[in-house]
């Protein structure tokens, strides 16, 4: 019997809606455990949300609602994504989940009563974007690398957890299990920050400054920090310490997260483990972002993409198709549109659809739609046989699904797909057609050509579950067996002389670009809710922002780059600033134009230009519209 197979997603935060990211991450692990079914493994699949921090309480109180309501409302959106993705998780849960709370705090005692956790008053810089406090040497020039503000100094008496305790035995396991954070590069750098003394982790915050958390076994005054509650989803969920699942697919645990959570997943969680005397996972699989059209996904530079508006212009399994085979998992990739419609075009409809549809339409035209009874003499003596090619195949194909090569997995695939076209050529059943004496070689190609689109069916099957079922359909085949299984997809001539097949379908239409564009352009319009207001901030921290009125000097298209624009701006000194407003202004209309300019932003490259500065807009879903003044000033002018 195969090994199980436990695979979690990290339980998203819900401060924000699902997008591109969360999507990707979902998808890999739909697809990894799709893939172990394969091997007819029992697989659980993890995913839910994580409720608690102050940045909820922020979010509830902005809306005037109730945090309970808050993380209600947006956890049912990420609950109710998937499905529209056809993620087959086994459990979603949530961090507000009872069982889960009684967990976290089972563990807090349980290190607690052992000495791990001790109070102590700390004084530090506090991220409440990150919701921690940083060290020095995590900062980049005095602010916080994700939210790019300068933390605040709090003061206050805490509940610390031993890491430092435990820091030479991770170094050590990490060294002796050499795949245990993958790929390499990732293992390295945590490698790289354990070099230096390892600090204890803060663990509570006190009630009288945050509420919304699970609250301290041990003291009643205190709440959990979020990370030490969220990352314990992975074994609450399984019932931990004696539950059955815990104890069949713990063992076999492997996680999946995006690089920006690599410290809490790779430092902090296993030193839990190893403190509350539970194994640790298996392996830490980390994957890279999804940059938009070259530059990071952000609202501000309004290129957020979200999953469903893509799905529903370009199809599901297209979709999941693109984000498989374009990233390469732990390098960052980047999306546009362009790239998916092209491997729309080349991959889905040029290669494997149009070799479905021939292969498919060649039965119904040389044998009525009956599937041909082949001569195995002939196969041998014509060379006609497929099978060795398409074992090769899924040998190459199980080899990079075990390694998370996902895109190498779709590679093999396609060229088995490329082979058979080439096939067709060679063997040119139109020609074998005409002649009565070569009928069993007619017989032998289109037959092996059958069987391969068989294999086809069963390998796409994790990416494209929807369109390996549209296959089976039209191959005569019964789509509600297991016809994925390892062991079936080896079995040659599976497929029953005789069997009578359906007419050929488009498995994917070709988009035609210039007809879908306007559809397209919507996948970059902003959502057609106002955005929530920002949390506040003080007079100190607005006067920090340097406002100033300029004068466009000069503008100019960016070649490649959809939307920005390359802005000469006269500010008392002349500055380059890139913007993406090329949707609504051309360079015509803004030379000579007055905008307002943050001018101490740090300067930052777009499509290879260093933009000094950034131009502020109102943004709805049609266009933007450029920030002015009502009446022309001296460029450089500050804004009180």
Same mark, same amino acid.
């Given at each position: 019997m195969p090994k199980p197979f436990y695979i979690t997603t990290p339980i998203y935060y819900v401060n924000a809606r699902p997008h591109l990211g969360h999507a990707y991450?979902?998808?890999?692990?739909? *697809?990894?455990? /799709?893939?172990?079914?394969?091997?007819?493994?029992? =697989?659980?699949?993890?995913?839910?949300?994580?409720?608690?921090?102050?940045?909820?309480?922020?979010?509830? /109180?902005?809306?005037?609602?109730?945090?309970?309501?808050?993380?209600?409302? #947006?956890?049912?959106?990420?609950?109710?994504?998937?499905?529209?993705?056809?993620?087959?998780?086994?459990?979603?849960?949530?961090?507000?989940?009872?069982?889960?709370?009684?967990?976290?705090?089972?563990?807090?005692?349980?290190?607690?009563?052992?000495?791990?956790?001790?109070?102590?008053?700390?004084?530090?810089?506090?991220?409440?974007?990150?919701?921690?406090?940083?060290?020095?040497?995590? @900062?980049?020039?005095?602010?916080?690398?994700?939210?790019?503000?300068?933390?605040?100094? #709090?003061?206050?008496?805490?509940?610390?957890?031993?890491?430092?305790?435990?820091?030479?035995?991770?170094?050590?396991?990490?060294?002796?299990?050499?795949?245990?954070?993958?790929?390499?590069?990732?293992?390295?750098?945590?490698?790289?920050? +354990?070099?230096?003394?390892?600090?204890?982790?803060?663990?509570? /915050?006190?009630?009288? /400054? +945050?509420?919304?958390?699970?609250?301290?076994?041990?003291?009643?005054?205190?709440? =959990?920090?979020?990370?030490?509650?969220a990352l314990i989803n992975y074994i609450s969920a399984l019932g931990w310490p004696d539950g059955e699942k815990f104890k069949k697919f713990w063992p076999v645990s492997q996680h999946i997260v995006a690089k920006d959570i690599l410290k809490p997943h790779g430092i902090y969680w296993p030193i839990m483990l190893k403190a509350a005397g539970i194994p640790v996972y298996q392996h830490l699989n980390v994957h890279g972002y999804w940059n938009i059209d070259q530059s990071k996904m952000s609202k501000s530079l309004g290129n957020v993409v979200e999953p469903l508006e893509l799905k529903n212009v370009y199809g599901l399994d297209a979709f999941r198709y693109f984000l498989m085979r374009d990233m390469t998992f732990g390098l960052d990739s980047n999306f546009?549109?362009?790239?998916?419609?092209?491997?729309?075009?080349?991959?889905? $409809?040029?290669?494997?659809?149009?070799?479905?549809?021939?292969?498919?339409?060649?039965?119904?035209?040389?044998?009525?739609?009956v599937v041909p009874r082949v001569d195995l003499q002939v196969e041998k003596e014509f060379e006609?046989?497929?099978?060795?090619r398409a074992l090769n195949t899924i040998s190459e194909f199980e080899m990079a699904m075990?390694?998370?090569?996902?895109?190498? $997995?779709?590679?093999?695939?396609?060229? @088995?797909?490329?082979?058979?076209?080439?096939?067709?050529?060679?063997?040119?059943?139109?020609?074998?057609?005409?002649?009565? =004496?070569?009928?069993?070689?007619?017989?032998?190609?289109?037959?092996?050509?059958?069987?391969?689109?068989?294999?086809?069916?069963?390998l796409i099957y994790p990416v494209m579950p929807d369109t390996a079922v549209k296959m089976r359909v039209h191959l005569g085949l019964n789509p509600d067996e297991p016809f994925y299984h390892l062991d079936r997809l080896r079995t040659w001539n599976t497929i029953l002389a005789g069997t009578e097949l359906p007419k050929s379908i488009v498995l994917f239409p070709r988009v035609d670009t210039n007809k879908d564009k306007s559809e397209a352009d919507q996948l970059s319009a902003p959502e057609s809710q106002l955005p929530e207001f920002k949390p506040e901030i003080t007079f100190e921290t607005l006067e920090k922002i340097d406002l100033r009125v300029g004068t466009v000097v000069r503008a100019e298209v960016v070649p490649k780059a959809r939307k920005l624009l390359k802005l000469l701006v006269d500010l008392g000194q002349q500055r380059t600033i890139v913007a993406g407003i090329s949707g609504s202004y051309t360079p015509e209309e803004l030379e000579g134009k007055q905008i307002i300019v943050v001018a101490n932003l740090k300067p930052?490259?777009?499509?290879? #230009?260093?933009?000094?500065?950034? *131009?502020?807009?109102?943004?709805?879903?049609?266009?933007?519209?450029?920030?002015? *003044?009502?009446?022309?000033?001296?460029?450089?002018?500050?804004?009180?």
């Open positions: 991450t979902t998808i890999v692990a739909d *697809v990894a455990s /799709r893939y172990h079914a394969m091997r007819k493994a029992d =697989t659980f699949f993890l995913t839910g949300t994580d409720e608690h921090g102050d940045k909820i309480v922020r979010a509830a /109180r902005q809306k005037q609602i109730t945090p309970r309501q808050y993380v209600d409302q #947006i956890s049912a959106l990420f609950k109710a994504l998937w499905p529209e993705l056809n993620i087959n998780y086994d459990q979603f849960i949530r961090t507000t989940d009872a069982s889960h709370i009684a967990v976290v705090k089972k563990i807090l005692q349980k290190i607690y009563d052992q000495g791990d956790i001790y109070f102590s008053e700390y004084e530090g810089k506090y991220c409440f974007g990150c919701e921690r406090f940083y060290t020095d040497r995590e @900062l980049v020039d005095g602010k916080c690398p994700d939210h790019e503000t300068a933390p605040e100094i #709090i003061k206050e008496s805490n509940y610390f957890f031993k890491m430092s305790h435990y820091q030479g035995w991770l170094i050590d396991h990490i060294k002796t299990h050499p795949d245990f954070i993958r790929p390499e590069r990732y293992k390295n750098e945590v490698l790289a920050f +354990l070099r230096e003394p390892l600090e204890d982790l803060c663990i509570s /915050r006190p009630k009288t /400054r +945050l509420e919304w958390g699970i609250t301290l076994p041990f003291d009643q005054n205190y709440v =959990t920090y979020v990370w030490f509650d546009s549109e362009e790239a998916l419609v092209q491997r729309i075009n080349s991959d889905l $409809a040029n290669d494997l659809g149009n070799l479905f549809s021939r292969v498919v339409a060649m039965v119904h035209k040389y044998f009525k739609g006609l046989g497929l099978e060795t075990e390694e998370f090569a996902f895109h190498k $997995a779709l590679i093999a695939i396609w060229e @088995l797909i490329s082979h058979m076209n080439k096939y067709i050529d060679v063997t040119a059943p139109w020609e074998l057609a005409k002649k009565k =004496t070569s009928g069993k070689q007619l017989e032998a190609v289109i037959y092996n050509l059958l069987e391969g689109l068989r294999i086809i069916s069963g930052a490259k777009l499509m290879g #230009i260093l933009s000094n500065g950034m *131009v502020l807009a109102a943004v709805d879903q049609q266009q933007c519209s450029l920030a002015t *003044v009502d009446r022309n000033v001296t460029p450089g002018t500050p804004l009180k």
